[in-house]
């Protein structure tokens, strides 16, 4: 009844009460720990939409990202009714995509209209998936391509440079460090 998960199983070298702790990490993923952690910290150690949130303000701030005219007109689908109400949505969108190529090396632009799309309502009939606009994936692709974060695969699609690599990994240490210090 002490809140702990008796199905969790205990590490070597690691006592109940410390277990404890870190299951209270809150957005840091269970298995990291802080004593058995080495090496740095990689995007896949924290919470996706923080790391995406903090990526977006990077990209913002930097002033390297192109962004098109048109991205307060447009729609991110055809299936949707609205352009996003946020003013920032493509750099967030950018920072999305920058963390699937860094997950999944060789990702191209039709996988990720695919992953981008969702559901269209057809009224009576059934709903189908539709895929997202290719337009703002490619040219945040592109944006991306021009701040050499990313460069394209030899087998097609996109890979992470060792610089977005880089990148990727302090803005999640920035993460990581800013949730152990709020809590």
Wanted: proline content about 4%; aromatic content about 8%; some cysteine.
């Amino acid at each position: 009844s002490s809140g702990i998960n008796a199905e969790w199983p205990l590490r070597p070298g690691l006592s109940v009460s410390n277990m404890a702790s870190y299951q209270s990490l809150g957005p840091i993923k269970e298995h990291i720990y802080k004593e058995k952690h080495t090496g740095g910290v990689t995007l896949k150690d924290v919470e996706s939409h923080m790391w995406v949130k903090e990526f977006a303000a990077f990209l913002q701030k930097s002033g390297k990202l192109t962004v098109p005219k048109w991205t307060d007109i447009v729609k991110t689908a055809t299936f949707k009714e609205l352009p996003p109400k946020d003013n920032n949505w493509f750099y967030i969108r950018t920072a999305a995509l920058l963390r699937r190529v860094y997950l999944k090396q060789g990702v191209g632009c039709g996988a990720l209209r695919k992953i981008y799309g969702g559901r269209i309502n057809r009224g009576a009939a059934p709903s189908h998936h539709k895929k997202a606009s290719a337009s703002v994936i490619r040219h945040a692709l592109k944006g991306l391509e021009e701040m050499k974060l990313i460069a394209k695969h030899p087998d097609g699609g996109r890979m992470i440079t060792s610089a977005g690599r880089r990148d990727a990994d302090r803005i999640a240490f920035q993460v990581m460090s800013s949730s152990m210090s709020t809590e």
